[in-house]
């Protein structure tokens, strides 16, 4: 087996770390319950000094109080999902495989709507890293992939 490039092994470490995040999140939330992660928050909130009335804190803290068993069960579930799609990902791109150089590909194009919805409408630093990280490993893939189809022509040719 060939020796995979720096930028794809980048890439699926950066996925892998994704899936790492979903499961700890995901086990965290379930773990904790609802009324617990609502006063760690708001105990989070107090130690850091944050106006509870400015815009993240708030919105957080709306969707803190909708939380309850019932849907903590179901984000940990759609997390842990989330991070197995994640983890073969990550997988199939460090071991080189085609076919996830392709799903990486199609899973970072359909985050760009949204992406480029935030930069628009935000215009914040961490959309714009979003973005432009999201672009570089779209492109990327896009250069491995045609790549290979150059590859597999020339042999065929030959």
């Not at 006063?39 to 107090?46: G, I």
């Not at 130690?47 to 803290?61: M, T």
């Amino acid at each position: 087996m060939k020796k995979q490039p720096k930028a794809l092994r980048a890439i699926a470490l950066l996925e892998a770390s994704k899936g790492a995040l979903a499961i700890i999140v995901g086990l965290s939330l379930h773990e904790l319950g609802g009324r617990e992660i609502q006063s760690l928050f708001e105990e989070l909130v107090q130690h850091l000094h944050l106006n509870p009335a400015s815009e993240y804190p708030s919105v957080i803290h709306h969707a803190i109080a909708k939380i309850n068993d019932k849907n903590i069960t179901i984000i940990a579930l759609g997390s842990l999902l989330y991070a197995s799609v994640r983890f073969v990902e990550a997988f199939g791109l460090w071991r080189g495989y085609a076919w996830t150089e392709w799903f990486a590909l199609a899973s970072g194009a359909i985050y760009l709507p949204f992406e480029f919805y935030g930069v628009i409408t935000q215009g914040k630093l961490l959309d714009w890293l979003a973005l432009v990280i999201n672009l570089i490993v779209i492109g990327y893939m896009a250069l491995l992939i045609q790549r290979r189809r150059k590859e597999k022509s020339a042999v065929h040719l030959s």
